[in-house]
């Protein structure tokens, strides 16, 4: 078997884990943080700056890949991995997600989604089988089998349809499974239902996948009800499997949800933000355009180790920003992924050296959280962003 | 003197030359091309990345960066060179160059040019003293005098007023300018007149600076022209000064002009290409954005060393271009500044080893020179561009 996870500690007072992953493109220490690769590039990196950067796995989109440039290319290419020129271990998603948030028409049936694409227009219908012949062909180490994501909704009857539909994909998605050397995971919806989820697990834990996804979350809903849902959920799927988060990726959120027991972590949050000129420290969130910036002769962080804290003043950074330098982004980008594998380094060490709560307790006693009423604010203009732009665009 | 040119050797059949620079930042082997940091970067490019390139030497422009930060901000941050973080040799412009191409309203009298900035309108006016107190406290290596630049005209009189006037502002910048340790060029005009080019050289070269440059070339005229003017310029310049040609960058002018005598270039050409999906190549420009690497599975140049081609397929590349990717605006930079580096090294190698006429003729019967119409009607785009902009912005 190629694909392996060893559980080196458990911390005896969080639920916080410790392991290795062993993909056939290499191990993964989790926690682990995985930045989003969407069209096949973490936005503005190369394959080298990731690995210097201590990234040891990435994810790529398989909606935005799929239209863009499609199966065919990259399947001539040799695959994913050689195309994007990323040798290390490589999740996909089934492309639901982004069908979901992103597409424009979505319409959900038994077989499969109907939808278009957001670039021209184009009709699709996406399967399950289709979900993972298309990821068979990109062949990342991990890949992912189609669910029913919905936005948060408290309606109860709603969330377990998708549920139900999600445990019926996954079967499909597993029956039409063939290289083995792909691990597919299974994923756990239910929203923020703590009796859906203990049902969902139930279901797709029967079905004896080599790792285990919660969906569902960080999809609109208060902070509280991802941490507690996740807290309800987590300590039922088997402790030998890797527990993927999807969807999670500031930093107090990290902390909260390994604390909750979970490995793994994809988002494009800490890359989209720094694009915005917001800059992760152990204080909290700063954005570099802000006008104190102006003359800062300091780095940014003074305690990070990356290129961009190592070789440029704050000054520096705020000037690339206000002129819109294109190299702004890509220092901001380094800085943030740096910041978020010093992090998880950290979690872990604490976690195998016996004292993750204490320094978890300080991580997030020095560091100011993002507002919630921002945060949900800005999620809810986002969502109505999507919305506008199917209305508009249809 | 920390400022020295060495001629190493002459091409005894043309007026190519080989020599080395020395600044208080280092040597610069020439013939050489200085890659252009418009607002203290080398668009998408790390100070570290340059290096790794081969790049030796790269030019601030004084009127962006007397905008934006400001003299003040570049002052406290410790000079250019560490606000950028490059500490190789480093060249500002006066400024004159893009008040006369890019500001609104700029009005030439006889002690400066009244111009508005085209960031927000604001009201300036740049003196030749100004000029070099800004790139005092700026501190490159190399500065320039402001000198008067017009657009390619035949008019005889008119080119006659601009080189005159030119003439007296190099005087006030020479008996302004302090900071020793950088050096002072003067600045040749009398645009495509071989007699008024004559008289500017005569006078120019009467006040000894430390190296000469040609200016008001590349604005416009025929290329035969630039050629003609050059050839009809540079044998009277001194033989023991390095000779700057502003303003050219392309493969094949880099050629003819170092084969007329010229030593240092600096052109925004070759990076801005490469942001447009423009490659430069032994054969000639091409665009990645063509459909015809959509699959192309081997890399962009594969005579070419350079990460880019070392690592990425050139159906990658056009990927990335197609969705907008800012890696491929940084990819292709750095195929393209590679791709002169390797250039002028190639070149300078011939003309130490004896055999630059051979390499010259080599180069150019396989490179496919850009249409002369295409360039001439894409250079007159964007000056009645600038010009439109200032019309409308005013």
């Known amino acids: 078997m190629s694909h392996l996870f060893q559980l080196a500690k458990t911390c005896p007072k969080t639920g916080a884990r410790a392991g290795v992953l062993t993909t056939p493109h290499g191990p993964v220490l989790t926690p682990a943080f995985i930045p989003v690769a969407s069209q096949g590039t973490v936005k503005t990196l190369t394959p080298d700056e990731l690995r210097s950067l201590g990234v040891e796995i990435v994810l790529g989109n398989t909606y935005h890949l799929y239209l863009r440039p499609g199966v065919e290319i990259i399947k001539q290419q040799g695959g994913l991995h050689r195309f994007m020129s990323w040798d290390g271990p490589l999740v996909t998603d ?5 069908v979901f948030s992103l597409a424009h028409m979505s319409q959900i049936t038994e077989d499969g989604v109907l939808f278009r694409s ?3 227009g184009s009709e699709h219908f996406l399967t399950p089988e ?5 990821q068979e062909e990109f062949g990342a180490d991990i890949i992912m089998p189609l ?23 996954a079967e499909r998605c597993q029956r039409r499974h063939r290289r083995q050397e792909q691990a597919l995971f299974g994923i756990v919806q239910g ?38 849902t996740i807290a309800e959920t987590a300590p039922f799927l088997p402790v030998d499997k890797p527990r993927y988060l999807m969807g999670v990726g500031s930093p107090e959120d990290l902390m909260e949800c390994v604390a909750r027991g979970m490995d793994l972590f994809d988002s494009a949050l800490p890359t989209r933000i720094a694009r915005n000129g917001t800059l992760l420290a152990n204080e909290g969130r700063c954005n570099i355009r802000n006008a104190c910036f102006k003359n800062w002769d300091r780095a940014i962080d003074q305690n990070c180790d990356c290129y961009t804290c190592q070789t440029f003043s704050a000054a520096y950074l705020h000037h690339l920003f206000k002129c819109e330098e294109l190299l702004a982004y890509r220092l901001a980008t380094i ?12 979690i872990r060490r604490s976690i195998l050296e016996d004292n993750f709560p204490s320094f978890n ?21 986002w969502l109505e962003r999507q919305r506008k732009r199917q209305l508009w665009q249809v």
Chains 1, 2 share one sequence.
């Open 191 to 228: 929203g923020t239902f703590a009796q859906l989820r203990r049902q969902s697990v139930e279901f797709i834990t029967s079905l004896d996948f080599p790792g285990y996804a919660l969906g569902g979350l960080s999809v609109g809903e208060p902070k509280r009800l991802t941490y507690d």
């Open 335 to 346: 800085h943030n992924v740096r910041f978020i594998t010093r992090l998880m380094a950290g």
């Open 361 to 381: 307790d300080a991580f997030l006693a020095g560091y100011q959280r993002t507002d919630e009423e921002v945060r949900t604010g800005q999620k809810r203009k």
């Open 94 to 98: 089934s492309g639901g997600f982004q």
């Open 118 to 120: 957001h670039l021209d």
């Open 147 to 169: 669910d029913d994501c919905p936005p948060y909704s408290e309606d109860f009857q709603a969330m377990r349809q998708a549920m139900e539909q999600t445990h019926r994909w």
């Open 130 to 134: 289709l979900a993972i012949e298309i």
